[in-house]
């Protein structure tokens, strides 16, 4: 009987374990099939539409074509039978396409974790694909998305202001999740700054899918926020003339055109390259020509070149002067040709060999003297005379709606410690009151600061105007400056290209406009104690030649706009430079951005006005007969160029 009810409790248990296995192996699988088939949530991101730049009058500089990119299914052995075969339908679909490179992009980005198609075509342009999208589109193991490629139409001509997009990187991808889902982020230019406005916000969609990813009802969908665009204070009309116009003089340089409100209509650093090579990846052929192009079409010169500002520092100059010790300006000085400092026998020389003689702030402006500028630095100091150029934008950022802007330098005692570790001399501060040494500027921040003399405010340069259909606002510093001095500047100014012996006058005083300015000569080589006669700049080697600055302000009366010309190793700003900008002006009051030529009765009344000076007469030092030479010893001329 015991033994009876221990085999029907064997029996029992084996019974409810079969039970159990049956259920657990069989049954629960059926079951578990069910539940896998059940359908689960799947997130799919929708790419925004890169927003569109246009210029002032709505000319496209950056728009999209529309195409279509293709993926291949992940896990596709590498060198299997089945990548093959996808290779091989895709290169007798497009011959154009290199499956050697396309296989490298897939075992690059394929692996386990990986279970997102793969992308190993970015762009196929939307006609050639049409003829070929359902074939493709059968294939399980191919996926055809919908996709942009940007392009610039007018190329060269914009490309520092526009720059361009390209493939993102890790840390790119990593920073940013709409950049990380497009795989694409501006690169320079415009595109860079506003790219988070540009790129626009990713949209999604959420649908129930299978097992097997197929998706069978949408659970919700919200669409991307794109077309995010720019419009520009650029006229596209212009800067292809001023880019032409260098093309022609086969110089390489920069022109900025500039409402005084900080506005920029025109901005050409000159020469360029084209932009649309970089959207799909540059080849190695053309970037190795770009990099190794001395001009450096690469660079853009606008805020990226730093260059000397030569004569062109000097209203700034004046005014720093004044600022620091006012009605130093009153005093006008003798200019012999040059100056020695102490009892050294070095002489910091005039660009005008014989001298200018006796020289008030005006004609030192319209003659652009040396020594006036250099008798006055010695008074004021090197401190005194950087803090205030800064804060009339002389090396300093000018805060332009572009990438990477460099500072420049406008140096001082602290500067050289930290830089060079040595002690500053007298004699760095004359060559600094003319805009050479240390002192480098970018073509921007000298646009910028003629704008501050012209008007008193110090303005923050914009290129774009509509951002998102939101007006873009330029922040406007007054800087007050004693009204006789800057009276005198401005003088000063229109003498320069408008009265004989202004530097500028042969190329800017018969103009529909009345401009007024200032022209720099900035050597790029020093001139040795020894050479009596300088060389002509022609009969220079090109890169041993100063770079030819003019930078100016119209209508004279009622300032509007600035126009700011750079010519690298151009020689003198008055003669290379001075075309450029006249050329500049005609065209705008060709265009209708001046209102009205002034009448002769009205240039008349403004000479009549420039008569009078307020600088008395006899606070001009005359000449003084030379005295006979001292039979001291000389000093070292470390002693003799001390601190100062």
């Known amino acids: 009987m015991r033994y009876q009810f221990v085999i029907l409790i064997f029996i029992a248990v084996w019974a409810i374990m079969i039970t159990r296995l049956y259920h657990v192996s069989i049954k629960s699988n059926y079951y578990y099939e069910e539940l896998a088939k059940e359908n689960v949530q799947r997130k799919e991101y929708i790419k925004p539409v890169r927003g569109e730049i246009t210029d002032v009058n709505g000319n496209l500089l950056a728009m999209n074509q529309i195409g279509f990119s293709i993926s291949v299914r992940p896990h596709l052995e590498s060198g299997g039978e089945q990548l093959k075969a996808v290779g091989e339908i895709l290169s007798e679909t497009f011959p154009d396409l290199n499956t050697t490179i396309l296989y490298k992009v897939y075992k690059k980005q394929n692996s386990p974790y990986n279970h997102k198609f793969i992308k190993v075509v970015d762009f196929i342009p939307y006609a050639d694909m049409m003829g070929a999208y359902a074939k493709l589109s059968l294939n399980e193991d191919i996926k055809i998305e919908a996709e942009t490629k940007r392009y610039y139409p007018y190329g060269r001509y914009v490309a520092h202001i526009i720059g361009y997009t390209g493939r993102s990187n890790q840390k790119e991808n990593s920073a940013d999740e709409v950049v990380d889902v497009v795989g694409k982020v501006g690169k320079t230019g415009l595109e860079r700054y506003y790219n988070k406005v540009l790129q626009g916000e990713l949209g999604y969609i959420v649908n129930k899918v299978t097992a097997t990813n197929k998706a069978i009802k949408t659970l919700e969908k919200v669409p991307p926020k794109d077309n995010k665009n720019l419009t520009l204070n650029i006229d596209i009309n212009l800067q292809q003339m001023i880019y032409k116009e260098f093309a022609k003089m086969k110089e390489t340089g920069v022109a900025i055109v500039m409402r005084v409100t900080g506005e920029i209509i025109a901005a050409v650093s000159y020469p360029a390259y084209d932009p649309n090579l970089f959207v799909g990846g540059i080849s190695t052929k053309d970037w190795r020509a770009l990099q190794e192009d001395l001009a450096h079409p690469f660079t853009n010169k606008i805020t990226h070149g730093t260059y000397p500002p030569g004569s062109t520092i000097k209203m700034g100059m004046a005014l720093a002067f004044d600022k620091t010790h006012p009605g130093i300006l009153e005093q006008g000085e003798y200019c012999k040709g040059y100056i020695t400092i102490g009892s050294s026998s070095h002489k910091f020389r005039c660009w005008k060999h014989y001298g200018h003689g006796n020289v008030t702030l005006r004609k030192a402006i319209r003659e652009s003297c040396d020594v006036y500028f250099y008798n006055k630095s010695l008074k004021v100091g090197i401190d005194a005379m950087a803090k205030n150029l800064r804060s009339f934008g002389l090396g300093v950022k000018t805060g332009v709606d572009l990438p990477r802007e460099y500072n420049g330098v406008i140096p001082d005692k602290a500067w050289k410690m930290r830089r060079f570790k040595q002690p500053w001399y007298k004699g760095e501060t004359v060559i600094a009151a003319i805009g050479q040494g240390y002192d480098s500027v970018t073509p921007l921040q000298v646009a910028r600061y003629t704008a501050l003399v012209a008007t008193g405010n110090l303005v923050t340069p914009r290129v774009a105007k509509l951002v998102d259909g ?175």
């Open 470 to 644: 939101n007006e873009t606002k330029t922040v406007i510093k007054p800087i007050a400056f004693n009204p006789v001095s800057i009276s005198e500047i401005r003088k000063g100014m229109y003498d320069v290209c408008n009265t004989p012996g202004g530097t500028a006058y042969r190329t800017m005083h018969n103009l529909p406009v009345i401009a007024a300015g200032k022209t720099g000569t900035s050597q790029v080589t020093s001139i040795p104690q020894s050479t009596v006669k300088r060389l002509k700049e022609s009969e220079l080697a090109y890169f041993h030649r100063s770079h030819a600055w003019i930078t100016t302000y119209a209508p004279y009366g009622d300032p509007q706009y600035v126009v700011t010309v750079l010519v690298e190793h151009g020689g003198h700003g008055g003669s290379t430079s001075g075309p450029m900008a006249a050329k500049i002006y005609k065209w705008l009051y060709a265009h209708g951005y001046f209102r009205k030529k002034p009448t002769e009765t009205e240039r008349l009344e403004i000479e009549k006005s420039l008569e009078s000076s307020p600088v008395p007469a006899h606070t001009i030092p005359q000449a003084r007969p030379a005295k006979k030479k001292s039979v001291k010893k000389k000093r070292k001329v470390m002693r003799e160029l001390d601190l100062f």
